[in-house]
């Protein structure tokens, strides 16, 4: 069964830390993984996905199959990149439906 | 740009009525769905829908119902609500890489 862990439901960092949002997911096949964010009163948004190997505003997210995980990453936060940050997986033969974790609230400083 | 519209962005209604939730899309896709969001609990998904007048439960289907007459339009239906059902509630719908989401309808059931 398909299965989607972020560990940390909050996480604080100051303007200029690094940040890392963890992500594990339990899967048997070969899986797509996502990372959707909501910035406040905003709608949900893709940030980025495994299979385009992009960094989107300075993150990147690297899957890691040995440790079954995907964590996202900046080296630098910024204020703005404060928000709820989903990671997803998609598995199977049902395309567009997603499997989500809880979600992590990142809040960053000044 | 994608465009997909929840007509209620907020609904406050009684235990035991009957609730409507209507989601378009403008992107002509194929696939629709209809996700809940609780804080601690991420996005769930109800119902899903792959072609009109298709549909498929998701893991949270109990005590809702959905409708999909026509392609672009997706309804989400509680036949009696419950305070349990106090929540937000997001559309989407995807190509096969990205689900576009509308903007929420939060739904208070007093």
């Known amino acids: 069964a398909q299965r989607v862990t972020q560990p940390e439901k909050l996480l604080s960092v100051f303007k200029g830390a690094p940040v890392e949002l963890k992500c594990n997911y339990s899967?048997?096949?070969?899986?797509?993984l996502f990372w959707y964010v909501q910035y406040s009163r905003q709608r949900l948004q893709l940030l980025l996905r495994h299979i385009s190997r992009e960094s989107i505003k300075g993150f990147t997210a690297d899957l890691n199959k040995g440790e079954t995980s995907f964590h996202l990453k900046k080296p630098f936060a910024q204020e703005e990149d404060s928000a709820m940050y989903y990671c997803a997986l998609s598995g199977g033969s049902t395309l567009g439906r997603l499997y989500f974790g809880r979600g992590t609230q990142l809040t960053v400083w000044p | 740009d994608v465009k997909v519209t929840q007509s209620s962005r907020y609904l406050v209604k009684r235990t035991g009525e009957k609730v409507f939730l209507e989601c378009v899309q403008d992107?002509?896709?194929?696939?629709m769905f209809w996700y809940r969001q609780d804080p601690g609990l991420g996005l769930r998904l109800i119902y899903f829908?792959?072609?009109?007048?298709?549909?498929e439960k998701g893991d949270i289907p109990e005590g809702y119902s959905v409708s999909r007459e026509k392609k672009e339009r997706f309804s989400l239906i509680l036949e009696s609500a419950s305070t349990n059902q106090t929540s937000m509630y997001l559309c989407?719908?995807?190509?096969?890489?990205?689900?576009?989401f509308g903007e929420g309808s939060r739904l208070t059931v007093l």
């Open positions: 992107m002509d896709h194929e696939n």
């Open positions: 899967y048997s096949g070969s899986p797509e």
């Open positions: 989407a719908s995807s190509t096969p890489m990205e689900l576009f």
């Open positions: 829908s792959y072609d009109v007048k298709m549909k």
